[in-house]
T-cell receptor, first 112, second 115 residues
Framework: SQKIEQNSEALNIQEGKTATLTCNYT??????LQWYRQDPGRGPVFLLL?????KEKRKERLKVTFDTTLKQSLFHITASQPADSATYLC???????????FGKGTTLSVSS | GAGVSQSPSNKVTEKGKDVELRCDPISGHTALYWYRQSLGQGLEFLIY????????KSGLPSDRFSAERTGGSVSTLTIQRTQQEDSAVYLC?????????????FGPGTRLTVL
């Protein structure tokens, strides 16, 4: 079955540093990969989508890479700020393309 | 415009009772999804509605779970004979069109506690 792993449950970094979060998947080749942010007590909020034929996508301080050979996506936040502290979820389209399969998330804490 | 809304925000029920959870998607969004998030777990897909097509129910964990979407808009998730393991946050999302390459907009969730 399709499986997604986000390698770190928690990541602690200092303000101003670059945070790098990892998402690995097995058992299939998704056409799309999405990243979401979730704050406590709230629903996830969409951040970025990257397609299988795109190697990299950027949005302000965010950068996502998608390596279909390694079956891995990296999510970077540059010049991190305490306001970036949240749980970040990786999500892949299921084989039918009808729904998203989410990883368990990585909780990022940025200290000032 | 208004985002996805869900009600109630919290629901406490006794084991064996039935519960109904409501989702109002963003107007004009044809796709609607239900997910479940248990403590320390990722989001678990439950069911997907797209327009007038038959829903994808492949994620429903048992026949105690059902959902309907009336008029292509509001959706209700029903859990019959609730069990303690049903305790979780139930999230609804909608997207402009079907298929998982579209951005999904999530509601705030309903926290269900089964005593």
């Amino acid at each position: 079955s399709q499986k997604i792993e986000q390698n770190s449950e928690a990541l602690n970094i200092q303000e101003g540093k670059t945070a790098t979060l990892t998402c690995n998947y097995t058992n299939y080749s998704p056409a799309y990969l999405q990243w979401y942010r979730q704050d406590p007590g709230r629903g996830p909020v969409f951040l970025l989508l990257i397609r299988e034929n795109e190697k990299e996508k950027r949005k302000e301080r965010l950068k996502v890479t998608f390596d279909t050979t390694l079956k891995q996506s990296l999510f970077h936040i540059t010049a991190s700020q305490p306001a970036d502290s949240a749980t970040y979820l990786c999500a892949l389209a299921n084989q039918a393309g009808t729904a998203l399969i989410f990883g368990k998330g990585t909780t990022l804490s940025v200290s000032s | 415009g208004a985002g996805v809304s869900q009600s109630p925000s919290n629901k406490v029920t006794e084991k064996g009772k039935d519960v109904e959870l409501r989702c109002d998607p963003i107007s004009g969004h044809t796709a609607l999804y239900w997910y479940r998030q248990s403590l320390g777990q990722g989001l678990e897909f439950l069911i997907y509605f797209q327009g007038n097509s038959a829903p994808d129910k492949s994620g429903l964990p048992s026949d105690r779970f059902s959902a309907e979407r009336t008029g292509g808009s509001v959706s209700t998730l029903t859990i019959q004979r609730t069990q303690q393991e049903d305790s979780a946050v139930y999230l609804c999302a909608s997207s402009l069109a079907g298929y998982a390459y579209n951005e999904q907009f999530f509601g705030p969730g309903t926290r269900l506690t089964v005593l």
